[in-house]
């Protein structure tokens, strides 16, 4: 029983280093580096190795920077550029930080397979999931751009899915917790992942268990909570209201959060379509928003799955939990392809979707699978390769 355990998880890693190689090849291999320029944490690494929280200089190709006594402060939570770091170091400023992002989606992809196959015991499932993840999602395009807005999605996931792993493997709360907060310092709507363990291990959460993943999840917070007072003065990330005319711009008429955003956001995460024109190529991408079944329909499947299991009905709770400050924000994230904030759900809706196969990938979820890829394969050629979308 040992050896076939042993083959097992040889088989396992075997096809977890094909998955991580092959999303890196192609990542690698789609990349044209129009997202180099905007590496606001390439630059932050670069202070912090100085000793400082900001950056002395205000770079042109840049936005979104706080002024406070000419010390120009990124407003975006720091784990990309705590993680960019020892790139920094090595290879010095000039680091290009889509590498970083294109490593992590590459990481994250069998990430996916292995926290799939623990919880759903099924190695054909995991696989199509992961192989959907990698190239049927807009991960795709958001890991190889790896633009300042894009990596903090990229690398919040990386942590959510170490966390799911943890909680399917040694369950240790600390751990989960810590995980779960270190996605919560690159993309803070990813803190309300905390209800994913929370429900669906709520028989295992004594008080020990209780403290320990509270002392692990409070880690993150801290070094937030610190990091922000140290740079705006405030024990929360008070960055974005302090960048100059941000309140000017059309999108925040409520202010920055509203509820009054959220009818806007529904619409747009369900009904936006590419721009249709009558010459070729006739169907072009939005950077401004696509719904999320356009750029993925395999999350179709979602409808499908068992609601009445634990794991669905916490990974729907956690997915809602998470959107909820997305949608009482003003912008809806462009220029982007599809709608970029939805990443920060990704774990959970494809959980959700693998429940929705049920166990055995029939004809029409393959379909689906493979339309997903080609989609985002469209996506990736029209805005990379040949500079051609819509607003």
């Known amino acids: 029983m040992n050896f076939l355990h042993i083959l097992h998880d040889k088989r396992t890693l075997s096809i977890s280093l094909i998955l991580f190689f092959l999303a890196l090849i192609v990542y690698l291999l789609s990349y044209k580096g129009e997202g180099k320029n905007y590496n606001h944490f390439v630059l932050l690494a670069d202070s912090f190795l100085h000793g400082r929280l900001y950056l002395t200089t205000n770079p042109p190709w840049l936005n979104e920077l706080v002024n406070i006594n000419n010390h120009f402060y990124v407003p975006f939570p720091p784990m990309p550029a705590i993680m960019l770091t020892p790139f920094v170091f090595l290879f010095g400023a000039s680091f290009p930080q889509p590498i970083l992002s294109i490593l992590i989606a590459a990481l994250n992809v069998p990430l996916c397979f292995i926290v799939i196959l623990k919880f759903f015991k099924n190695e054909k499932l995991a696989l199509w999931i992961s192989l959907l993840y990698a190239f049927g999602t807009i991960q795709w395009y958001h890991a190889e751009v790896g633009s300042s807005w894009y990596i903090a999605h990229i690398i919040a996931m990386f942590f959510l899915w170490l966390s799911l792993l943890e909680?399917?493997?040694?369950?240790?709360?600390?751990?989960?917790?810590?995980?779960?907060?270190?996605?919560?310092?690159?993309?803070e709507p990813a803190i309300f992942a905390l209800f994913f363990p929370l429900i669906y291990l709520f028989r295992k959460f004594n008080f020990q268990n209780l403290l320990k993943y509270g002392l692990g999840a409070s880690i993150g917070v801290l070094i937030s909570v610190l990091y922000n007072y140290l740079s705006f003065g405030?024990?929360?990330?008070?960055?974005?209201?302090?960048?100059?005319?941000?309140?000017?711009?059309?999108?925040?008429?409520?202010?920055?959060?509203?509820?009054?955003?959220?009818?806007?956001?529904?619409?747009?995460?369900?009904?936006s379509l590419p721009k249709f024109i009558p010459t070729f190529p006739y169907v072009l991408p939005s950077l401004n928003v696509m719904a999320i079944w356009f750029t993925t329909p395999a999350f179709l499947l979602i409808l499908k799955a068992n609601f009445n299991k634990l794991l669905e009905r916490a990974s729907l709770i956690t997915a809602i939990a998470i959107l909820f400050p997305i949608l009482i924000h003003g912008s809806n994230g462009f220029t982007q392809f599809g709608y970029r904030f939805i990443l920060d759900l990704y774990p959970f809706l494809l959980i959700l979707t693998a429940s929705g196969i049920n166990n055995s990938p029939k004809w029409f979820v393959i379909i689906l699978i493979f339309i997903s890829i080609l989609i985002n394969l469209w996506g990736v050629l029209m805005i990379s390769f040949f500079n051609i979308w819509s607003l």
């Open 167 to 187: 909680l399917e493997t040694k369950r240790r709360f600390y751990l989960i917790g810590f995980f779960i907060s270190l996605a919560f310092l690159s993309r």
């Open 234 to 271: 405030a024990f929360y990330n008070l960055g974005y209201w302090l960048i100059p005319n941000v309140l000017n711009e059309p999108w925040y008429r409520f202010g920055i959060v509203s509820v009054n955003y959220i009818p806007t956001h529904l619409i747009e995460l369900f009904t």
